[in-house]
């Protein structure tokens, strides 16, 4: 069956601090990854997506993540966290020839300042 | 411009009663899909509309649930002799449609507590 992966359920980090949250995927054919984030009180807006081309996808807030093929994976990144980056974020697939879109479990990032 | 509302925001009912949820997509857009998110979990996939039709309703968990948008609009959610275990956020989201890579643009939400 198809699903998603998320490492950490929650993270607590400092301001300026590197943030990395892990995404992996099970799917073996073409898929579009998808980081959404949910502010509180807030409703799932998308942070960034990757459907093809250049593996390395920048969305906003200056947030990246990385497609690695090989490794089923989607990782998000951003170099120095500030503490507005306080949220629950959610990884994503869609897989090809779908339009429904499977997401991990979430991980809740405090970021202290 | 008006994103995804949905109604109510906060659903109270008693195990065994009949629920409707409603969603309002953003305007001009084709697809809908509603999507439920239970406490610690993300969003799973309930049914997708494609237009007037649902292209896939393959998440609906049984036949308590069903869901309708007959005008291409607006869509319910409809959920028979409620269970405790339905209690959890019902979300609805929408977009352009065609091509599939299109974001979808999510709702608020409705709160479903089956007491």
């Known amino acids: 069956a198809q699903s998603v992966s998320q490492h950490n359920h929650h993270v607590i980090l400092s301001e300026a601090a590197s943030l990395e949250l892990g995404c992996n995927y099970s799917?073996?054919?073409?898929?579009?990854l998808f980081w959404y984030v949910q502010y509180p009180g807030q409703h799932l807006q998308l942070l960034l997506k990757y459907f093809s081309g250049d593996p390395l996808v920048k969305g906003i807030k200056g947030f990246e993540a990385e497609f690695i093929k090989s490794k089923f994976s989607f990782n998000l990144r951003k170099p120095s966290v500030q503490w507005s980056d306080t949220a629950e974020y959610f990884c994503a697939v869609r897989p090809g020839g779908y339009n429904k879109l499977i997401f991990g479990a979430g991980t809740r990032l405090a970021v202290h300042p | 411009g008006a994103g995804v509302s949905q109604t109510p925001s906060n659903k109270v009912t008693e195990k065994g009663k009949y629920v409707e949820l409603r969603c309002d997509p953003i305007?001009?857009?084709?697809?809908l899909y509603w999507y439920r998110q239970s406490l610690g979990q993300g969003p799973e996939f309930l049914i997708y509309f494609q237009g007037t039709g649902a292209a896939d309703d393959s998440g609906l968990p049984n036949d308590r649930f069903f869901a309708v948008r007959p005008e291409g609009s607006v869509s319910t959610l409809k959920i028979q002799r409620t269970e405790r275990g339905d209690s959890a956020v019902y979300l609805c989201?929408?977009?352009?449609?065609?091509?599939?890579?299109?974001?979808?643009?999510f709702g608020p939400g409705t709160r479903l507590t089956v007491l």
């Open positions: 305007s001009g857009h084709t697809a």
């Open positions: 799917y073996g054919g073409t898929v579009n």
């Open positions: 989201a929408s977009s352009p449609g065609e091509p599939s890579y299109n974001e979808q643009f």
